[in-house]
T-cell receptor, first 113, second 110 residues
Framework: DGGITQSPKYLFRKEGQNVTLSCEQNLNHDAMYWYRQDPGQGLRLIYYSQIVNDFQKGDIAEGYSVSREKKESFPLTVTSAQKNPTAFYLC????????????FGDGTRLSIL | QKEVEQDPGPLSVPEGAIVSLNCTYSNSAFQYFMWYRQYSRKGPELLMYTYSSGNKEDGRFTAQVDKSSKYISLFIRDSQPSDSATYLCAFQNNFNKFYFGSGTKLNVKP
């Protein structure tokens, strides 16, 4: 079955630590996205990538970094510079272009130890 | 003014009821309209998408778009306990950027 796999499902970060969230898709989509979801707020875009080896900052990129070395993979690193990292992180992918909906993985819940 | 407004609920209805979920938006550049369903601790699942004003039906679900009023709705007929989830409206503009509502939590009681 085609889909988006996020791992791990739960992740804990210590002070001063960088952590990396994995996102893999086998939908053959060129575009991939990372969102952060906090209670009572809409999804907020962290980073997106329309093609391999290229990515752009979203609305809340500070304290995060990404890479896009393969079409299937778009890992997100939450750095120690992100002072409020506790949230539900969602990865999505789509066919690039207007009128193409996004499809989501099942998320990673990141918490601070 | 927020670009997307969605009542957070919770909305509690008895099984079999007709459910109406709504979002308003302020950006005239929104061209593409979506509804997602999100179960607890899961990612959003695409339910409906449309780009035109009017109604689109899929089984028990009907999506309605009124571009003149900047208002979209999702109707669920014969609601079931398995419909209990958070429903997110979403919009896409001409530059392929997406905007999401904060979600309405729905509880369908048996």
């Amino acid at each position: 079955d085609g889909g988006i796999t996020q791992s791990p499902k739960y992740l804990f970060r210590k002070e001063g630590q960088n952590v990396t969230l994995s996102c893999e898709q086998n939908l053959n989509h060129d575009a991939m996205y990372w969102y952060r979801q906090d209670p009572g707020q809409g999804l907020r875009l962290i980073y997106y990538s329309q093609i391999v080896n290229d990515f752009q900052k979203g609305d809340i990129a500070e304290g995060y970094s990404v890479s896009r070395e393969k079409k299937e993979s778009f890992p997100l690193t939450v750095t120690s510079a992100q002072k409020n990292p506790t949230a539900f992180y969602l990865c999505a992918s789509s066919i690039p272009g207007v009128n193409q909906p996004q499809h989501f993985g099942d998320g990673t819940r990141l918490s601070i130890l | 003014q927020k670009e997307v407004e969605q009542d957070p609920g919770p909305l509690s209805v008895p099984e079999g009821a007709i459910v109406s979920l709504n979002c308003t938006y302020s950006n005239s550049a929104f061209q593409y309209f979506m509804w997602y369903r999100q179960y607890s601790r899961k990612g959003p699942e695409l339910l409906m998408y449309t780009y035109s004003s009017g109604n689109k039906e899929d089984g028990r679900f009907t999506a309605q778009v009124d571009k003149s009023s900047k208002y979209i709705s999702l109707f669920i007929r014969d609601s079931q306990p398995s419909d209990s989830a958070t429903y997110l409206c979403a919009f896409q503009n001409n530059f392929n950027k997406f905007y999401f509502g904060s979600g309405t939590k729905l509880n369908v009681k048996p």
